[in-house]
Nanobody
Framework: QVQLVESGGGLVQAGGSLRLSCAASGRTFSSYAMGWFRQVPGKERVFVAGITRYSSNTYYADSVKGRFTISRDNAKNMVYLQMNSLKPEDTAVYYC????????????????????WGQGTQVTVSS
C-alpha cells in the first residue's frame, strides 16, 4: 500500500513557475515508477510526466516538454514536478500516481496502469 500526498499548487501568473511535490508513504517507494497527471473539469485525466524507479528515464507530454521537469528522491520518498513558463492552459488539478507495471516504458501515459493516486493539488495560471 502506498499513500501519496501532493502539495505546492497555487495561483501564479503566466510565465511564472511552481514546484509540485508528492510525498509517498511506505518503504517500497523505489519499487514504483511515478507519474504526474492533470485534469480539468469535464475532461479526462491526462498524462503530464513520468519517471522510472531509479530516474533512468523520464517521459513528458508534448505540451510540457522543455517547460516541466520531473524528478524524484528515493531516500526521501518524494517526487517533484518543476513547472516553468506556465501558461493559462496549464490550469488543472495535478495528481501524482505510483505505477508497478513492469512494462512502464510502454504504458506510462495510461492512467489505468497506475496503482495509487494522490488527492490532487490545484494549479491556476492567470493570464
Amino acid at each position: 500500500q502506498v499513500q501519496l500526498v501532493e502539495s505546492g499548487g497555487g495561483l501564479v501568473q503566466a510565465g511564472g513557475s511552481l514546484r509540485l511535490s508528492c510525498a509517498a508513504s511506505g518503504r517500497t517507494f523505489s519499487s514504483y515508477a511515478m507519474g504526474w497527471f492533470r485534469q480539468v473539469p469535464g475532461k479526462e485525466r491526462v498524462f503530464v510526466a513520468g519517471i522510472t524507479r531509479y530516474s533512468s528515464n523520464t517521459y513528458y507530454a508534448d505540451s510540457v516538454k522543455g517547460r516541466f521537469t520531473i524528478s524524484r528522491d528515493n531516500a526521501k520518498n518524494m517526487v517533484y514536478l518543476q513547472m516553468n513558463s506556465l501558461k493559462p492552459e496549464d490550469t488543472a488539478v495535478y495528481y501524482c500516481a505510483a505505477n508497478s507495471d513492469p512494462y512502464y516504458s510502454r504504458n506510462y501515459y495510461k492512467p489505468n496502469v497506475y496503482d495509487y493516486w494522490g488527492q490532487g493539488t490545484q494549479v491556476t495560471v492567470s493570464s
